[in-house]
């Protein structure tokens, strides 16, 4: 049984409007139609779309709108849940791969729009479980570019026993918004050319442009496989020190999974480099009770026993 391929990026985090979903036609008209209701000009197409992605109230009352955040919003959402069955579709390409990264990579969505309207979508596309996390606006207390959906994500997985740096997150998303919010966040960027900017919007050079969904599988490295049985005992000596990271964690979670008491991972002697590695992930997973250099006859310092909870 395989427990996973060695990938580049741990998680994937994706913008929703733009990335995944090509909904821009819904919430134009949206926009347009709040514009309307309170009396101000429509804008046209090139401009609106422009603000995909942006938070519409305050731009809205820039416009002209004499209107409380949350008055503007409701009518807002009104117009938007109308539009939003009828014009909204998945990007081409986005089941595919979803359906290639899923097992494979940890998969989460940062957006600025609501919770409701998040969700309504993304069951309405039939696409909601590929997602282990779904950050919104509701869910915390400053939007992207700010860190503080990223911090969130974060400590969701941290919390799961899943420990990420920022060499293991990449962002994909199409705006300006995510790629301003990517530097912030000191992660990786995958602009997606398919969306609704042009690479000369974007206030940062991306790390990787994306000309189509199917891209990210090269980026992620599906195409440099590695596959590790699970058993009771897993030995790095034959894996690149930058994939012992990912590994391991991987690993312990699926041993915890197989309902695994305990295993043995053999990290060599040597000067201690993967043994220190290998000890400074245990110490921070909640699910292990305990461990320590195996005996002799086990490989003594050149392995380590953990023991789960």
């Known amino acids: 049984m395989a427990i996973r391929n060695i990938m580049k990026y741990m998680l994937n985090l994706f913008d929703l409007d733009g990335t995944l979903i090509d909904s821009h036609e819904a919430i134009c008209r949206a926009l347009n139609d709040t514009l309307t209701h309170f009396g101000s000009e429509i804008l046209p197409y090139e401009k609106s779309k422009k603000f995909i992605g942006l938070s519409f ?24 849940f109308n539009y939003a069955e009828k014009y909204q579709c998945l990007f081409k390409g986005i089941p595919e791969l979803l359906e290639l990264l899923k097992k494979r990579v940890l998969l989460s969505i940062i957006t600025n729009k609501g919770r409701r309207g998040t969700e ?43 420990n990420l740096d920022k060499d293991d997150c990449l962002m994909i998303g199409d705006s300006p918004v995510d790629c301003e919010f990517a530097a912030n966040c000191g992660i990786d960027y995958a602009f997606a050319k398919w969306g609704f900017f042009e690479p000369e919007d974007l206030p940062y050079k991306p790390a990787y442009v994306l000309n189509k969904p199917m891209e990210l599988a090269d980026i992620n490295g599906l195409n440099e496989l590695i596959e590790v049985e699970l058993t ?23 041993a915890v999974e197989n309902g695994y008491h305990s295993v043995r991972i053999i990290h060599g002697k040597g000067i201690g480099v993967q043994r220190e590695i290998v000890r400074k992930i245990l110490s921070k997973n909640p699910a292990i009770k305990t461990f320590y250099d195996a005996g002799q006859i086990n490989g003594g310092r050149g392995a380590t026993i953990v023991e789960f909870k």
Do not use: C, W
């Open 57 to 80: 109230a305050p731009i809205l009352q820039n416009l002209g709108v004499n209107a409380g955040t949350e008055e503007i919003m409701e009518v807002y959402r009104g117009y938007y």
């Open 120 to 162: 309504m979508t993304l069951k309405s596309l039939g696409i909601i479980d590929y997602f282990n996390h779904i950050i919104t606006e509701d869910d915390v207390k400053m939007l992207k570019p700010s860190i503080a959906p990223y911090d969130k994500v974060i400590d969701l997985y941290r919390h799961e026993g899943i």
């Open 232 to 254: 009771g005992e897993l030995d790095l000596h034959a894996f690149s020190p930058k994939d012992i990271s990912r590994l391991v964690v991987s690993y312990l979670k699926k």
